[in-house]
């Protein structure tokens, strides 16, 4: 692996739990990964190690094959020894340098002639080339991001650190953007790790994502595969729209099943036996539901949010259990009314039984 943490543990003086805790993943050279996970489970401390401006309590850090950080022996490479580039929230250009001027900021060791070549090779690679004697307030906050992100990729960083970089555009704008970081990303061969709140714009950009609880790291994985096969039951929530309704696994000659109020689910490759019982609970996500007038089983509508071309309708089935369903927004209908809905539900997902609370 290009960016390997093995067992990472981060513990701020004063706190009663470690801010990081056993953390290990991998990215390999040119990828871009992606830290998802609530308010405080440790993303940006994580970042930080990473980075050098933490310093670990177990585990190490390897970048581009060296040792950058070891709790054992102490090994502990500075930020610039290690060569990361940085983009944070909040831009940060310097606002009496032109945009040129901040995007040279890291060159320093370069000769004039190659400063030059490299700011206008950057201005062009992130869409500014008519932006270069222009100063950070005559700039948008979408050209001011851009900029910075020049600026991080100027000197050929090692690795590309990004805290929550587009949370301050508005979503049209970050959505745009976050492609083209992604393109910018590929094309300049970048391996990046970059944190955000924003499920959509992981899996828009990620190649791996990780889901963070309590400094701990749920899953490393693929986003398909975080979505389709969540590792834990807080990521099967924490990811997409979903809900659990209590299941019964049944193992005969054609395979396993499992019996849900929606009626039977089949998958014998994803769906392992949660305990010797059978009992079992099952993640059904709002576009496994599917709103169907001829299908037996009915449900009450509780609840309904327009989101343009489909609802998210909030259901109550006859037995009492709620799941949340997709529907096309033709299908307009009104909260209280019964509608057909039925499971088709490709990646069967189970859980063994909540403990009683
Ligand atoms: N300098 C510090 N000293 C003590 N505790 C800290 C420090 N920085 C962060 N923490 C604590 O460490 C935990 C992880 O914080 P961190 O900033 O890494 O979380 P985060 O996932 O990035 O949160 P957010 O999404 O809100 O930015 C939190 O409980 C936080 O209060």
């Not at 009450?300 to 309708?313: D, N, P, T, V």
Request: glycine residues 10%.
């Amino acid at each position: 692996m290009y960016l390997q943490l093995d067992q990472i543990s981060v513990q701020y003086s004063g706190a009663g739990r470690p801010a990081l805790n056993r953390v290990s993943l991998g990215l390999r050279r040119g990828q871009i990964g992606a830290l998802l996970g609530p308010s405080g489970c440790g993303k940006t401390t994580l970042l930080r190690a990473v980075a050098g401006l933490e310093r670990l309590h177990g585990g190490r850090i390897t970048l581009d094959g060296r040792l950058v950080s070891e709790a054992a022996t102490g090994l502990h490479l500075d930020a610039r020894e290690r060569r990361v580039g940085m983009v944070f929230q909040d831009y940060a250009l310097f606002p009496h340098m032109t945009a040129a001027q901040n995007i040279a900021f890291g060159l320093h060791g370069l000769p004039r002639a190659e400063q030059r070549d490299r700011v206008t090779q950057m201005l062009d690679l992130v869409g500014l080339g008519g932006a270069s004697r222009r100063y950070p307030h005559q700039l948008s906050g979408g050209q001011q991001q851009r900029i910075a992100l020049a600026r991080a990729l100027a000197p050929q960083p090692s690795l590309l650190l990004m805290d929550e970089p587009f949370s301050s555009l508005d979503v049209d704008l970050r959505e745009r953007l976050a492609q083209e970081v992604r393109a910018i990303l590929k094309q300049t061969g970048t391996t990046a790790l970059f944190v955000t709140h924003d499920q959509l714009e992981a899996f828009a950009v990620a190649d791996e994502i990780g889901v963070m609880q309590h400094g701990q790291l749920d899953q490393w994985d693929e986003p398909y595969a975080l979505y389709h096969r969540p590792a834990t039951r807080f990521v099967a929530t924490f990811v997409g729209h979903g809900v659990f309704t209590p299941g019964q696994v049944r193992v005969d000659a054609s395979g396993s099943r499992v019996l849900t109020p929606l009626g039977e689910l089949a998958d014998p490759q994803e769906c392992p036996l949660p305990d010797a019982s059978g009992r079992c609970e099952v993640l059904l996500r709002a576009d496994d539901i599917v709103h169907d007038d001829d299908s037996p089983v009915k449900a009450r509508i509780q609840a309904k949010a327009f989101r343009g071309s489909e609802f998210l309708y909030t259901l109550e089935l006859a037995s009492g259990e709620q799941v949340l369903a997709h529907v096309p927004s033709h299908h307009d209908h009104a909260i209280g009314e019964w509608i057909g809905v039925r499971a088709q539900v490709d990646h069967v997902v189970t859980f063994p039984p909540a403990p009683a609370a």
